[in-house]
Nanobody, 122 residues
Framework: VQLQASGGGLVQPGGSLKLSCVGS????????MGWFRQAPGQERELVAA????????YYTNSVKGRFTISRDNAKNTAYLQMNDLKPEDTAVYYC????????????????RGQGTQVTVSS
């Protein structure tokens, strides 16, 4: 299982970015999908998650109302739309896949891809 995240970059506070996560060589359809982030010196955090069919989304409190997770199984891709970005959102963002019932929890993920850097700074 190989996952590749893309779409990160440098953005000013209040700006937006859309991250994409593509499955390489396998279909994402059977997996619940999540987005994690990790800032220097901090623990990895589950930011958002979505079930196999694209419903029942989970968001950590700090991103509710600003981030939206979605997926397009036909394109084998998951997304994280990030709006109104803040400096504290700066981190490496990873996508991850789960076949577990505890997919709304950080330890429910079996597979994690390479990350993409998001930097929010003026």
């Amino acid at each position: 299982v190989q996952l590749q995240a893309s779409g990160g970059g440098l953005v000013q506070p209040g700006g937006s970015l859309k991250l994409s996560c593509v499955g390489s060589g396998f279909t994402l359809r059977p997996f619940h999908m999540g987005w994690f982030r990790q800032a220097p010196g901090q623990e990895r955090e589950l930011v958002a998650a979505i079930n196999r069919s694209g419903g029942n989304p989970y968001y950590t409190n700090s991103v509710k109302g600003r981030f939206t997770i979605s997926r397009d199984n036909a394109k084998n891709t998951a997304y994280l739309q990030m709006n109104d970005l803040k400096p504290e959102d700066t981190a490496v963002y990873y996508c991850a896949a789960s076949r577990n019932v505890n997919w709304r929890m950080a330890d429910g993920y079996n597979y994690r891809g390479q990350g993409t850097q998001v930097t929010v700074s003026s």
